[in-house]
């Protein structure tokens, strides 16, 4: 399949507690927002795909109503934290197939309906609920990796506290970044504790709403904008692990990059900017390396170089990523492909990596007992 999908156009909200906005009034505005800026109508659109994970059954059917688009296929998709993503995989998929030529891709969430406190683990996994009674939520699973990391890399707390003060030095230029504030290493390091080694800055807020949408075409884009074409995209599902597993070998990650950098024809060396799944300190550093952003045990010296900042060789998480932006999970990777579309046009304001030609998004997602991730999806996109 060689078919040329552009993305046409993109918007989302600004990610934040919209206690006052309903899911409907969030997807509106991505929704809308996106086919302005593409050029197109409400009409144009021949399928639409609604990524969600906590929004209920037929979410996707009950938002397009109120945006008064209804008849053309709907598909919901649930994949996790990477279920706007793999939403994006599935539309450009059809496109390419020639089912469509003209689609719209949103993702949405509003945690703070769910009152607080972690994102509950997999609730229909046995053992994975076994574990939980025992007190393993994802904080701790990350904290584990991390207590790992400093370990056989010979390293300091110092290390994670860097990823949380880059990344949100950078959230501080974005506005539509939920915490808005630079941050000192002495800051990240006394802030509460969470799960040793990771305090709370170190840790993507959990309580925040938001939506994004971006139109795909197989047509030539009529909106003002530079056209942005997707030129790599995998997903994959993670390996059952057998027998005692290396902790720190994001290997779904590293497999499915290799997958997208294969069908892009793109190097890794090739890449400008990059928007990868922070949730936590410690999952930045290791998908330097499954990225291939640096060799093996070479991640921290590529953060101290300053090589991943703002000016740097390759800046990770211009946005703020998702410890300064947020992390509304059905809406996490069409926001990503929003904002590497926008520093490939131009178009981000304050935090723009100059001369950028090929952008990566990365999201990971799930967490079930045996395995990796439950999915992780990869994205390359140029000009």
Not at 3 to 10: D, F, K, L
Not at 135 to 147: D, E, I, N, Q, W
Not at 254 to 265: G, I, L, P
Not at 331 to 343: F, K, S
Request: glycine share 10%.
């Amino acid at each position: 399949m060689s078919t040329t999908v552009h993305i046409a156009g993109t918007a989302m909200t600004p990610f934040a507690r919209h206690e006052d906005k309903s899911m409907q009034d969030l997807v509106q505005a991505a929704v809308l927002g996106a086919l302005a800026d593409a050029g197109l109508e409400p009409g144009d659109v021949q399928a639409m795909y609604s990524a969600n994970v906590y929004g209920g059954m037929i979410l996707g059917q009950v938002l397009a109503r109120d945006l008064q688009i209804t008849g053309p296929a709907l598909y919901n998709v649930e994949n996790a934290c990477a279920s706007g993503a793999t939403a994006v995989h599935l539309a450009r998929q059809a496109l390419q197939l020639g089912v469509y030529d003209t689609v719209v891709v949103w993702g949405v969430e509003a945690l703070t309906q769910l009152g607080g406190g972690t994102i509950p683990l997999q609730r229909n996994d046995y053992k994975t609920q076994l574990y939980s009674d025992q007190g393993m939520t994802l904080p701790s699973v990350y904290a584990m990796r991390a207590m790992r990391y400093l370990y056989e890399r010979g390293e300091s707390p110092e290390i994670l506290a860097r990823v949380a003060v880059k990344n949100r030095a950078a959230g501080a230029r974005n506005p539509y970044a939920q915490q808005r504030k630079e941050v000192t290493l002495e800051e990240v390091l006394t802030s509460r504790p969470v799960a040793e080694p990771l305090t709370l800055l170190q840790c993507c807020p959990s309580m925040v709403d938001g939506a994004a949408a971006v139109v795909l075409t197989t047509k030539q884009p009529k909106g003002r904008q530079k056209a942005v074409r997707i030129l790599g995209s995998a997903v994959q599902s993670g390996h059952q692990e057998l027998g005692c597993e290396d902790i720190l070998d994001a290997e779904i990650t590293a497999r499915t990059a290799r997958k997208a950098y294969e069908e892009a024809s793109v190097p890794p060396a090739d890449v400008d900017v990059v928007e990868l799944h922070d949730a936590f300190t410690i999952a930045e550093l290791l998908y330097y390396e499954a990225l291939q952003l640096a060799p093996p045990g070479e991640g921290a010296a590529l953060l101290r170089r300053g090589d991943t900042a703002l000016g740097g060789r390759v800046p990770v998480n211009p946005s703020g990523g998702l410890l300064a932006k947020g992390h509304p999970l059905g809406a996490t990777g069409v926001a990503q492909m929003v904002e590497i579309t926008w520093q490939l046009q131009g178009r981000a304001t304050g935090r723009q990596v100059e001369g950028a030609k090929i952008g990566l998004t990365q999201c990971t997602g799930g967490g079930i007992a045996g395995v990796d991730h439950a999915a992780s999806s990869v994205h390359l996109l140029g000009v």
